[in-house]
């Protein structure tokens, strides 16, 4: 089975300041990678994904993620985080039919 | 994004007693509705596959008997928790899936508390 780590549990910063959340999975054939976001109080929404072809993928609000396969990664990074960014991350793998989630990072921008 | 949604938000109950929770596919019609049981400070753990006009697909360690999922319809799944115990309290997320998509699309989650 498959296995997400997200090694940032808790991440705060200030704004303007650059974001880097790690994700590490387990599986190495084919897979379809993502990551959410959970605003407080609101349900997880999209920021991305990544089905093939470059691996430099942009998402919404500015966010991107690069996907190396040798290091079976997937890290979400920002250059310049702003206070409305406050919320929870996950990351996840979909294969063999189903979502895996890792544990999650919250991520507390101050103003 | 698709909306999905979920009834009701927060509900505290009794041990012993059954829960019911609603979740409504208002933009699509869902073959498959997923349902997730979220522990604090832990990564959303995939409970069973709710397919239309068939019988759910639980994953391991899911008790049947306990997590009953009906999917009587295209739009409406729903997760009753039978019996329920402390144990069951927790944060519970429906989502559903368009066919021939890996993309899922998220209820904003039932708060469980039972005391």
């Known amino acids: 089975a498959q296995s997400v780590s997200q090694h940032n549990h808790h991440v705060i910063l200030s704004e303007a300041a650059s974001l880097e959340l790690g994700c590490n999975y387990s599986?190495?054939?084919?897979?379809?990678l993502f990551w959410y976001v959970q605003y407080p109080g609101q349900h997880l929404q999209l920021l991305l994904k990544?089905?093939?072809?470059?691996?430099l993928v942009k998402g919404i609000k500015g966010f991107e993620a690069e996907f190396i396969k040798s290091k079976f990664s997937f890290n979400l990074r920002k250059p310049s985080v702003q206070w409305s960014d406050t919320a929870e991350y996950f990351c996840?793998?979909?294969?063999?039919?189903?979502?895996?989630f890792g544990s999650g990072t919250k991520l507390n921008v101050k103003p | 994004g698709a909306v999905v949604s979920q009834h009701p938000s927060w509900v505290i109950c009794k041990s012993g007693t059954s829960v019911k929770i609603e979740c409504r596919s208002l933009d699509f019609q869902a073959t498959t509705m997923f349902w997730y049981r979220q522990f604090p400070k832990q990564s959303l753990m995939l409970m069973a596959t709710s397919n239309e006009g068939s019988k759910a697909t639980y994953e391991q360690g899911v008790e049947k008997d306990k997590f009953l999922i009906n999917h009587a319809s295209l739009t409406l799944s729903t997760l009753t928790v039978t019996s329920a115990h402390p144990e069951d309290s927790s944060f519970y997320i429906c989502?559903?899936?368009?066919?021939?998509?890996?993309?899922?699309?998220f209820g904003p989650g039932t708060r469980l508390t039972v005391t």
């Open positions: 996840a793998v979909y294969n063999f039919n189903k979502f895996y």
């Open positions: 599986y190495g054939g084919t897979v379809n």
């Open positions: 989502s559903t899936q368009r066919d021939y998509s890996e993309e899922q699309y």
């Open positions: 990544y089905f093939s072809g470059d691996p």
